[in-house]
């Protein structure tokens, strides 16, 4: 099976700029999770969706959202980009049942000048 | 809440010898814990988990991790590093307070294993 697969995988953004990135699971993975990984605070859970709805969603601000479209597609928006959202994004999909293990994709590094 | 901690930023291995990166945890009720490697400008590669049965898990790359309940500890294990190994180690929990639901990754912050030749 092909594995997770991200786009873009680079991305230059300014402040106040907003961004659409994407993730594709792997075949037969119907959640998709969304991570921001930073020097600072590490790898933090952005939200998990899960046929197309928002099942569970960590600590930030609204600016950050997500949708999953009915083929398990997912993309991640953030509006009004700050300096700080300088990150590397990371999109793990996996099957369902406790125990799963979750794959991740190589992510989009996003640099806001 | 529940916790992941990596108590060393970096280990440093000689290439041939055992190593060692450490992992302690907190979580309310059975654990479902996990290993994963992440090469410069990567994402993560999953090696290891560990969710019921044996206390010693086998992974990926000849790395294994023993899961010890008393000391809450799920230290990740490999009998002769390769130079190749160096890379980017994270050790996580599953959040399982999510109202049933299978809840999301709580990472610990890595820690860098050099492999020296």
């Known amino acids: 099976k092909a594995g997770v697969t991200q786009t873009p995988r680079y991305l230059i953004k300014t402040r106040g700029q907003q961004v659409t990135l994407s993730c594709s699971p792997i075949?037969?993975?119907?959640?998709v999770s969304w991570y921001q990984q930073t020097p600072g605070q590490g790898l933090q859970f952005l939200f998990e969706?899960?046929?197309?709805?928002?099942?569970n969603k960590g600590n930030f601000p609204g600016r950050f959202s997500g949708r999953q479209f009915s083929n398990s597609r997912s993309e991640m928006n953030v509006s009004t980009l700050e300096l700080g959202d300088s990150a590397l994004y990371l999109c793990?999909?996996?099957?369902?049942?406790?125990?799963?293990?979750?794959?991740f994709g190589p992510g989009t590094r996003l640099l806001v000048l | 809440a529940q916790s992941v901690a990596q108590p060393e930023d970096q280990v440093n291995v000689a290439e041939g010898n055992p190593l060692t990166v450490k992992c302690t945890y907190s979580v309310s009720g059975n654990p479902y814990l996990f290993w994963y490697v992440q090469y410069p400008n990567r994402g993560l590669q999953f090696l290891l988990k560990?969710?019921?049965?044996?206390?010693l898990v086998k992974g990926s790359y000849g790395f294994e991790a023993e899961f010890n309940k008393s000391q809450t500890s799920f230290h990740l294990k490999k009998p002769s590093a390769l130079v190749s190994d160096s890379a980017l180690y994270f050790c996580?929990?599953?959040?399982?307070?999510?109202?049933?639901?299978?809840?999301?990754?709580?990472f610990g912050k890595g820690t860098k294993l050099s492999v020296k030749p």
């Open positions: 075949s037969g993975h119907r959640s």
């Open positions: 996580a929990v599953r959040d399982v307070n999510y109202g049933g639901s299978q809840g999301n990754l709580i």
């Open positions: 560990y969710i019921t049965g044996d206390n």
């Open positions: 969706y899960f046929s197309e709805t928002q099942r």
């Open positions: 793990a999909s996996r099957g369902q049942g406790y125990g799963e293990t979750q794959y």
